[in-house]
Nanobody, 121 residues
């Protein structure tokens, strides 16, 4: 019913920048919170950043000042702009969205397939 598709991952040098995008499509009535999570090899998935549909943001401490989350509600898209990248930022980055569809009484969480970000040391 709802698909999230990430793009923009890749290989970057230390100190470089990348912008991830995640577009939601399907039977969407409303999208509430959206976010980015990351999972490095051998580690638990962790929060990177979240944003509400009114634009309030929340960041993990390790990303404050380096990452910026934003969304375009007209395009059902969330972005993660990453600067000053470090090797420890290497991970698979997944977006999520809490979506109310046309056929469900309450919203539920959907996930994208993930985008690999590799910061070369």
């Amino acid at each position: 019913q709802v698909q999230l598709v990430e793009s923009g991952g890749g290989l970057v040098q230390i100190g470089g920048s990348l912008r991830l995008s995640c577009a939601a499509s399907g039977s969407i009535f409303r999208i509430d919170a959206m976010g980015w999570y990351r999972q490095a090899p051998g580690k638990e998935r962790e929060l990177a950043a979240t944003i509400t549909n009114s634009g309030s943001t929340n960041y993990a401490d390790s990303e404050k000042g380096r990452f910026t989350i934003a969304r375009d509600n007209a395009k059902n898209t969330v972005y993660l702009q990453m600067h000053s990248l470090k090797p420890e930022d290497t991970a698979v980055y997944c977006c999520d969205a809490w979506v109310l569809t046309d056929s469900m009484p309450t919203n539920r969480e959907y996930w994208g397939q993930g985008a690999q970000v590799t910061v070369a040391s």
